[in-house]
């Protein structure tokens, strides 16, 4: 649904912003693409609300969380706060009426994801999570190339995300601290994108896993390391595919490398994040490069292509698709793979057997739902 679709069904969407970090910046560029107002922001003080209105070009900032998610020019609440405050900030903007998209975790328990996951039902509001590796078109080839049975039977993937922003002792944040970040960290903060794109694109769940975690520093720039720095999976499908998932912040670098390889009993397909222009299909015979071309593509992955072939997409693009999705779902559209509540839910049960296997020595763990 185009911007002006979207304008005629429900006016401008005006969004209010809570949190002032990266994300807040990247939600408030992706809401203007799409063309809607940011009309306020909500920082941790009201000082970092006036220069985080200043810096993401809010029309106000807002004295608190509480007064942006009451406000009446508010249609739809970003909450893009530290992991522990997300549940409670949804919950209320779902309470206010308001729609809500919510960073991940959705929560930092399985049964509070699910809370919200029901309540977000039961609102008749649209509630997404960005899980935005959906948003890149080859992503989308690559799910219509498995839908259409070009690979053949799953029977293995081979699927990692590699970071190295937290490879030395010095490197600090708030996402290394459980109170703040929860329990589960490189696999809460990066895994769920990585699981989520595999179920997303092969059409099916994980439904077993056998886990092992790492925490190498106990503490960082003094101050104690309570969740994983590393975690590595082995995966079984609900057909029976099986494959290993590595998720690393400590592999120099590797600046943001998630890929996604399976083997069918035809061909292979993989999807790098760092080179999104292109899918790498395997033969038996021959291989070969898929490169983005709109006049090529399925009408799925055509549709998210914003400009033409040769010109380069990215993440910022797949940031705006998703955007432009949750505008259109607020005009009562369904589009095609919008990530929701549901989703978040989903991510917090695989993160919780995560956690469990590995406390356990990397028993193998039956993942619910």
């Known amino acids: 649904m185009t911007t002006d679709v979207i304008r005629a069904a429900v006016g401008t969407i005006r969004a209010g912003i809570l949190g002032a970090g990266f994300m807040a910046r990247v939600h408030a560029d992706a809401t203007r693409a799409v063309g809607g107002d940011l009309v306020a922001i909500a920082a941790s003080t ?3 609300s006036a220069l985080a209105a200043t810096t993401v070009g809010a029309q106000r900032a807002a004295l608190s969380a509480d007064e942006l998610i009451a406000a009446p020019d508010v249609d739809l609440v970003h909450v893009c706060t530290p992991n522990s405050t997300h549940s409670g900030f949804a919950a209320a903007a779902l309470g206010a009426g308001k729609h809500v998209v919510c960073e991940k975790p959705l929560a930092l328990s399985a049964d509070d994801a699910a809370r919200l996951s029901a309540l977000a039902a039961d609102s008749g509001r649209v509630a997404a999570v960005p899980f935005v590796y959906r948003y890149h078109p080859m992503v989308r080839e690559a799910r219509a190339r498995v839908q259409r049975g070009a690979l053949g039977a799953l029977l293995t993937l081979d699927c990692a995300y590699l970071q190295d922003w ?4 010095t490197d600090d944040d708030w996402r290394a601290s459980a109170e703040l970040g929860g329990p589960s960290r490189a696999f809460a903060d990066i895994g769920s994108h ?7 694109v092969i059409g099916e769940r994980i439904a077993a896993l056998s886990a092992r975690t790492r925490t190498v520093f106990g503490e960082r720039d003094g101050h ?17 595919a099986v494959g290993t998932v590595l998720i690393s912040q400590m592999a120099a670098g590797r600046k943001n490398a998630l890929t996604v390889e399976l083997h069918g009993s035809h061909e292979s397909i993989r999807f790098q994040q760092e080179r999104p222009e292109e899918l790498w299909i395997g033969g038996r015979t021959e291989s070969r490069l898929l490169l983005r071309d709109p006049a090529m593509s ?4 055509a549709r998210l292509q914003r400009v033409p072939a040769g010109h380069p997409m990215g993440y910022l693009d797949a940031f705006t698709s998703f955007m432009g999705d949750v505008h259109s779902a607020i005009a009562g559209e369904q589009p095609d793979g919008l990530p929701t509540f549901a989703d978040g839910l989903r991510a917090a049960v695989l993160t919780e057997a995560v956690l469990a296997s590995a406390a356990e020595g990397g028993r193998t763990v039956e993942v619910r739902g």
């Open 46 to 48: 009201p000082s970092r």
């Open 298 to 301: 399925s009408p799925d992955s």
């Open 166 to 169: 937290m490879l030395l002792p």
């Open 194 to 200: 990585l699981c989520d794109l595999i179920e997303f």
């Open 224 to 240: 104690v390391v309570d969740n994983e720095d590393i975690a590595a999976l082995l995966v079984q499908t609900a057909s029976g």
